[in-house]
């Protein structure tokens, strides 16, 4: 028996389902749509009916979105700087606000690859699907080292790394741990910085299917700031900088821990006007 509808009979079909579930991102329903047709959106309302095999794959996926797991897990991948990243429930899925951090680390890793010779040695703690080391590896060539303490990302991150064929060094460990004795001009982090009892309140997609190890930054979310900008010191080269994701309450406690050690402290906001990022260069000794 044949199953055919279109671009409309879908949406007729599952926006009340989506509402009635508190599902507000209507638009995941177009790329469902899109993801199993390989058709543009703009295209959709215009290509009729869909065949057969594809209703019945556009409608599990549908299924499955209603369930609450993000679309990222529903295809097993997520688009990140332009480029398809593998993701699984083991992994943060990257967000769209981390390319802020991308944005800001490129700069950075560009201005000090015009002053010194040797190649710019960068860190990336926490790299979860290595979106952020695999990005900035593959757009600065700098020599990236990645480190995150679950065995799973990592395994994900490598998978990431040779499928888009770049070149950087995993070492699973906690924060510092495994670095002893190595250098970096700059360390950038996404550490986790949800406060552990907003974690229950978040969506169901991210509470229910992201890892809470991604998540949980402590009781005032700020402990893997703490952590990482006192130790920072010890693994960064004279006048390394520091480049972090923060929620946006954090950017001023953040500011406020970078002082003892470091200068030219920067707060850089995201395309909703909030504050996302927090840069800061180590001070040079008199
Ligand atoms: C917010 S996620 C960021 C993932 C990725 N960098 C991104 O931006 O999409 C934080 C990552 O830190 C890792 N992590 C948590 N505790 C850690 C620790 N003590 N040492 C190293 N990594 C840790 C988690 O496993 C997770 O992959």
Not at 10 to 18: A, G, L, R, T, V
Not at 138 to 159: F, P, Q, R, Y
Request: with cysteine; hydrophobic share 40%; charged share 30%.
């Amino acid at each position: 028996m044949e199953i055919l509808s279109n671009y409309f009979d879908i949406h007729k079909k599952y926006d009340p389902m989506f509402e009635a579930e508190g599902i507000e991102e209507l638009s995941d329903i177009d790329w469902i749509m899109v993801e199993v047709t390989g058709k543009k959106r703009s295209q959709l309302p215009l290509c009729g009916s869909f065949s057969t095999k594809q209703t019945i794959a556009i409608e599990n996926a549908l299924k499955e979105r209603l369930r609450h797991i993000p679309l990222g897990l529903i295809f097993g991948k997520s688009e990140f700087y332009g480029r398809k990243f593998i993701v699984s429930n083991k992994v943060l899925i990257p967000r769209m606000d981390t390319e802020i951090l991308i944005d800001k680390s490129i700069k950075s890793i560009s201005n000090k690859s015009k002053t010194q010779v040797a190649p710019v040695m960068v860190l990336d703690v926490g790299t979860g699907s290595g979106a952020i080391a695999i990005t900035l590896q593959l757009e600065t060539g700098a020599n990236v080292t990645a480190v995150d303490i679950s065995a799973d990302a990592l395994h994900v991150a490598k998978e990431n790394a040779k499928s888009l064929g770049a070149n950087v060094c995993f070492i699973q460990s906690n924060l510092f741990e495994k670095l002893k004795g190595k250098k970096f001009d700059a360390i950038i982090s996404n550490p986790p910085y949800i406060e552990t009892e907003v974690i229950k309140e978040l969506d169901k997609e991210v509470k229910d299917n992201e890892p809470h190890l991604a998540l949980d930054g402590g009781a005032d979310g700020l402990d893997f700031y703490r952590k990482i900008i006192s130790e920072a010191p010890n693994y960064l080269n004279s006048a390394g900088e520091i480049i972090f994701e923060i929620g946006f309450t954090q950017a001023e406690r953040v500011s406020q821990f970078l002082q003892s050690d470091f200068e030219e402290i920067e707060v850089i906001k995201d395309f909703g006007g909030n504050d996302r990022v927090v840069s800061a260069r180590l001070r040079r000794k008199l």
